[in-house]
């Protein structure tokens, strides 16, 4: 069926309301290329293992748990007609750590993040499924838009390099594995040559996965990290343990004051969270210019249905320091680069985010792969925040529409980074007011920018 696709239109689908269900091998093409990157990839989910050990006191097999039961949720974007590789609330990460440390480890932590997903979840299920979401999207303002964007990248990278940070960790590794990625993904002379070189052609289509291999090989040489030691069968994650001490099944339903406490952090997180709302529209508008061939369709309405039903589901049955998000951007910029490159090397956008999410699904239950990446958990969550802060910084300057815009973004971005999404929103409201007056939506449009 995914051959019947006619130049222009959109991939096939069986229509279930505000959803389009796409099935592998039916409505889209299995891309192998996408799928082998995702094997390795896992490594960046389950580097959220060390901070729920971090925060929650989990055992790594109550850990690898939740990374299993997120895994598996990851797969209903696509398979539900959001086109998008989606992954965690990454720049709300140290907001919702510092909010969760403020409740005594044990029940009442727990309890605290239980609550806090679940009110997220509903807010965004709410947004989705009145269509205010899509009205949100559009009715704010560029500068703001700008300085939610921009701050997020700069968020994700301060918490690379910051006193503590994970580069005093990994300094070498980071250095080496990142030069190398931007490299690969970004750099106009390798685009060029692997055009003329078959090998380099089968590198450049698997993204950062070579990255990944370089870094469990030099982790070890610089003495940053151990050399993998390999166990083999499948992985056993804990369920019975995740369900009697970390859920409601266990501990029972949180305190109603609870979800009122949590108030204000969720509606930071959601203030993040819709800057990757943004960052999603803004790639995929790329993708969709870059591609007459396929019409993409992304609604911010239903991507609040999917990742709002993903955070309530996750809040019942194994709540998650990193949340669920609409957007994993490395990745997607990763895939819609190799998508720009025409419909040989990728037929459909889904077939590139839903083969790579089932990759990585693939390697959470093999435990080869889980003690081969387990070393450099670190290094992966750090070359996918850096290569995020990357993409946002960029995509942030680009929203701007005039100088002024720029100059409004840059002390969002700045408050954002530093003082938290609250009073970077509180800012942006305040600066659009006393500098645009009645044209607070409207802003002004001097086209500063040439966006290619």
């Known amino acids: 069926m995914w051959k019947d696709r006619k130049h222009g239109e959109e991939s096939p689908y069986i229509p279930m309301g505000p959803f389009k269900l796409r099935l592998p091998f039916v409505h889209y093409k299995f891309e192998w290329a996408d799928y082998t990157q995702g094997l390795l990839m896992c490594a960046v989910d389950l580097s959220a293992i060390p901070l729920m050990i971090e925060i929650l006191g989990m055992p790594f097999e109550v850990a690898l748990a939740v990374v299993l039961l997120n895994g598996i949720l990851y797969l209903t974007h696509h398979l539900l007609g959001d086109p998008v590789v989606p992954g965690w609330i990454t720049p709300a990460i140290p907001l919702i750590m510092l909010y969760a440390s403020q409740f005594p480890e044990g029940v009442e932590r727990v309890h605290a993040l239980i609550s806090f997903q679940l009110t997220l979840g509903v807010l965004s299920i709410l947004l989705g499924v009145t269509g205010l979401a899509g009205k949100v999207v559009s009715l704010v303002p560029s500068a703001i838009k700008s300085g939610v964007i921009l701050g997020a990248g700069l968020a994700a990278v301060i918490s690379i390099f910051e006193v503590g940070g994970r580069f005093e960790s990994f300094p070498w590794t980071i250095t080496i594995a990142m030069a190398v990625a931007f490299y690969f993904i970004y750099s106009k ?112 309405n239903r991507a609040h249905m999917i990742f709002g039903g993903r955070n309530t589901v ?129 802003g002004e449009d001097e086209e500063i920018f040439l966006k290619d």
């Open 189 to 300: 002379h390798f685009n060029r040559i692997k055009r003329k070189n078959p090998f380099l052609g089968i590198i450049g289509k698997l993204g950062i996965l070579p990255v990944f291999v370089i870094a469990i090989i030099i982790a070890p040489i610089v003495g940053e990290a151990p050399w993998p030691n390999i166990e083999w069968g499948f992985s056993k994650p804990d369920f019975i343990t995740l369900w009697n001490e970390y859920t409601i099944f266990g501990l029972g339903f949180p305190p109603f004051m609870m979800i009122l406490t949590g108030l204000p952090t969720v509606l930071a997180t959601y203030i993040v969270l819709f800057g990757d709302i943004l960052q999603s529209k803004a790639l995929l508008d790329e993708a969709d210019e870059a591609r007459p061939d396929e019409k993409i369709d992304y609604n911010p």
């Open 314 to 442: 996750m809040s019942i049955i194994g709540p998650d320091v990193t949340m669920a998000g609409p957007l994993w951007a490395a990745m997607q910029v990763i895939i819609i680069e190799r998508f720009k490159e025409g419909k040989k090397a990728m037929h459909s956008i889904f077939s590139g985010s839903g083969s790579f999410r089932w990759g990585t699904n693939t390697d959470l239950l093999l435990l080869p792969i889980v003690s081969l990446v387990e070393p450099i958990l670190g290094i992966a969550l750090a070359s996918t925040l850096l290569i995020q802060g990357f993409v946002s910084v960029r995509i942030g300057v680009l929203e701007s529409k005039s100088y002024r815009d720029l100059g409004i973004a840059g002390i969002i971005g700045a408050i954002l980074a530093t003082k938290g999404a609250t009073w970077a929103f509180a800012a942006g409201i305040i600066l659009c007011l006393v500098i645009y007056g009645k044209d607070f939506f409207k």
